[in-house]
């Protein structure tokens, strides 16, 4: 049984999908500061509640994301894993970059091969 749950929170729109295969939640905006207490609040009820199969967190229509927002995924990976639910990440070249461009920085850039 599918059923789909919208709010918006500070510039952010998060859309989720409940279906048999886990949740669903497709994200449209920009995850920062402001955003990303909203995501947590969401990913934290989804995984506590039901405790899905999956959560697939859809970046497709995200057009920026912070170090804050990179913070909320992996706190959300984190208690993923400890109720052994599969958390992935679709759509997210803004996420990518984000995290290629600090494997650049000082003290990553020696270490990291991009």
């Known amino acids: 049984m599918a059923r789909d749950i919208g709010s918006s929170a500070d510039g952010l729109e998060i859309v989720i999908h409940e279906g048999e295969e886990g949740i669903t939640m497709r994200l449209c905006g ?10 947590r609040d969401r990913l934290v009820a989804s995984l506590q509640a039901q405790s899905p199969r999956s959560v697939i967190v859809d970046f497709s229509d995200v057009s920026y994301v912070d170090s804050s927002g990179i913070a909320t995924l992996i706190e959300g990976l984190k208690m993923a894993r400890q109720r052994q639910t599969i958390l992935c990440l679709r759509g997210c ?3 990518s970059f984000i995290c290629l461009r600090l494997l650049e920085c000082p003290p990553y850039s020696r270490k990291a091969a991009v």
């Open 93 to 95: 070249e803004v996420v």
């Open 30 to 39: 920009r995850l920062n500061i402001d955003s990303s207490p909203a995501l």
